[in-house]
């Protein structure tokens, strides 16, 4: 059964957690520890919720555990590696996106990077799926905002 899971899911959490630290070993690493998470505490967990949501917020809350780490590095600079790799515009995207306030940043990765519906971003983030839906907005007003005046937010 759990290898079932984490078959079906691995590939999913492992682009969550690459869109949060832009770098492979990283996201691995991350991601691995998820599912170690996921299955230590599996016992407890029995179906309280879906799956996929409960795997997107331990993922969460690594790569939460390991912005607190590394707070004062994160994405100041567009990693040269990747800027080589993908399309100039998508990683000005990924980093504008790093830049806004965390919870609308969250929002904005679960909904545009991930595909999320609201009511599951809702059940990862513990908020409402309106509440969701309206993060999703005010970031993209954010977004629009960095895009055509380069202003940045406060929040990283």
């Given at each position: 059964?759990?290898?079932?899971?984490?078959?079906?899911?691995?590939?999913?959490?492992?682009?969550?957690?690459?869109?949060?630290?832009?770098?492979?070993?990283?996201?691995?690493?991350?991601?691995?520890?998820?599912?170690?998470?996921?299955?230590?505490?599996?016992?407890?967990?029995?179906?309280?919720?879906?799956?996929?949501?409960?795997?997107?917020?331990?993922?969460?809350?690594?790569?939460?555990?390991?912005?607190?780490?590394?707070?004062?590095f994160i994405m100041e600079k567009v990693p040269?590696?990747?800027?080589?790799?993908?399309?100039?515009?998508?990683?000005?995207?990924?980093?504008?996106?790093?830049?806004?306030?965390?919870?609308?940043?969250?929002?904005?990765?679960?909904?545009?990077?991930?595909?999320?519906?609201?009511?599951?971003?809702?059940?990862?983030?513990?908020?409402?799926?309106?509440?969701?839906?309206?993060?999703?907005?005010?970031?993209?007003?954010?977004?629009?905002?960095?895009?055509?005046?380069?202003?940045?937010?406060?929040?990283?």
């Amino acid at each position: 059964m759990l290898e079932k899971i984490i078959r079906k899911y691995y590939d999913e959490i492992f682009r969550y957690c690459y869109h949060h630290v832009e770098s492979s070993a990283l996201a691995e690493d991350l991601c691995q520890d998820t599912f170690v998470s996921f299955i230590e505490h599996y016992g407890r967990y029995r179906q309280e919720g879906r799956t996929r949501n409960y795997l997107y917020t331990i993922a969460k809350n690594k790569c939460i555990d390991h912005y607190k780490k590394q707070r004062p590095f994160i994405m100041e600079k567009v990693p040269e590696q990747e800027a080589g790799t993908c399309m100039e515009e998508e990683v000005v995207v990924k980093h504008m996106v790093m830049c806004l306030p965390e919870e609308l940043r969250e929002a904005i990765v679960l909904r545009y990077f991930q595909g999320l519906k609201y009511t599951d971003i809702g059940a990862i983030l513990k908020i409402s799926s309106s509440l969701a839906k309206y993060r999703v907005k005010k970031g993209l007003e954010l977004l629009a905002e960095m895009e055509g005046g380069g202003h940045e937010t406060k929040g990283h």
